[in-house]
């Protein structure tokens, strides 16, 4: 067994309203700053024990299917290194 | 200027205790997934056109610090590519 680092990126799909990145972007721009957008998004770092890095990412997108992401409205992302 | 995609990822400090990155851990658990720890982290994807890459680091830079993190509890990390 070998120790990854598995980074699950979850995103709202593309046309899913964001209110709280609409008003992080509307505080900025009131601070200020000049952008063009903002999209906010959800990591998660999961520590985990696994026999190949394969299998590392097909646990923690199975953690994804299940719990951390919700299919209809996000879109999700793996990421694995050793640690 | 040039079209820059800032990525600005804000981290609860070491130490710093996270009751909902526990509470997703417990729930992957009940689920029967294994996994030694789990760290959430906040991202922001922010659009904007600067100068440089370093100029657009630069301003992500100052969003994080004066409104994306809190400096008492989060660390952050600026990461700049073109779009």
Known sequence: MTAYTATVTVRLKGGVLDPEAETTR???????FEL?????????EIDLDAESSADAEERAGEMAERLL???TIHDY?????ER
Chains 1, 2 share one sequence.
């Open 26 to 32: 509307g505080a900025l721009e009131r601070l200020g």
């Open 69 to 71: 992401a919700n299919p």
């Open 36 to 44: 063009d957008s903002l999209r906010s998004a959800d990591v998660f």
């Open 77 to 81: 992302t793996v990421a694995v290194e």
